[in-house]
């Protein structure tokens, strides 16, 4: 085999597994990456709101609706243009978006009062426990229900 047949054939070898596996998982690979942008935004979120409000006499409940609704809005667009790469009506879509994130809204506004008040954690450490849950279950409903017409199904 001639030097050029060779350079070629080893071109075209596996030489980054890795790269490949991202390749074949890249919507996964892209959830990760947003989901950690949107962890982080939401994470912050929450805590600046409520150490600027509450100074105002804005309670925590009132800090998470804010924050909630923002950190929501952000979510949306980053999973839609970025990791579902959705050409899909924005409104339904984000009404779908929403209803997931609002019925956990509605759990976090039983939780976070529980958290708080009878386990006795602060507003930020029990928000940020409750995020865990949001996470974790949240790449199935988008992946399936928010944004399930999209082409890369998995």
Known sequence: MSLHRKSKYFLKQPIFPLWIFLKKH???VR????????????LAAYPI???????????????LLLASIISISFSFLTSKYY???SK????KE?????????????????????????VSLTPIIAQTLFSVFIIITSYFWHNHITFKNTRENI
């Open 88 to 91: 899909g009506n924005v409104k």
């Open 94 to 118: 984000y009404a779908k978006f929403f209803i997931f994130y609002g019925f956990y809204l509605c759990i976090n506004l039983i939780c976070l009062p529980f958290l708080v008040e009878v």
């Open 26 to 28: 890249q919507k996964k």
């Open 83 to 85: 990791v579902f790469k």
């Open 49 to 63: 709101i409520y150490l600027v409000a509450e100074p105002l006499g804005v309670g925590y409940i009132k800090s």
């Open 31 to 42: 959830f990760l990456i947003a989901g950690g942008a949107n962890t982080a935004f939401g």
